[in-house]
């Protein structure tokens, strides 16, 4: 199967030519990141860069979930690609999706 962190990463090198160098549950992206070494991590979103949802926030499930800021919003929020992830009805397993999440507790940006 393919998940969310896989296809993060596809989309992530797509616009940067970086590839991550960890996987896992999205709730372990943060820590993996500052493991890896050249990586930023931080509660200010940029573009591009990986969004870290912790579980429990913004309806995240218990592995969290990762996307791609594509756009960040006037009102602070950030326009997402998504796999795996339904907003609104659209989207959902096996498909990419649009959407926007809120920046604040439970999240983090990671960036190479």
Known sequence: MVNAPTESDARYYQLTCQHTTWMGD???WP???RSAGGWTVSSQPRV????VIQPGYQGC???GHVAVVERIN?????YTSNWNYEFNGEG???TTS???FNTGNGVS???H
Do not use: E
């Open 92 to 94: 959902g397993l096996y």
């Open 31 to 33: 820590s993996s990141a």
């Open 48 to 51: 591009p860069s990986i969004i």
């Open 61 to 63: 499930g218990a592995t």
């Open 26 to 28: 999205a709730r372990t």
């Open 74 to 78: 006037g009102d602070g929020s950030v």
């Open 98 to 100: 649009y959407g926007n």
């Open 109 to 111: 940006f990671i960036w």
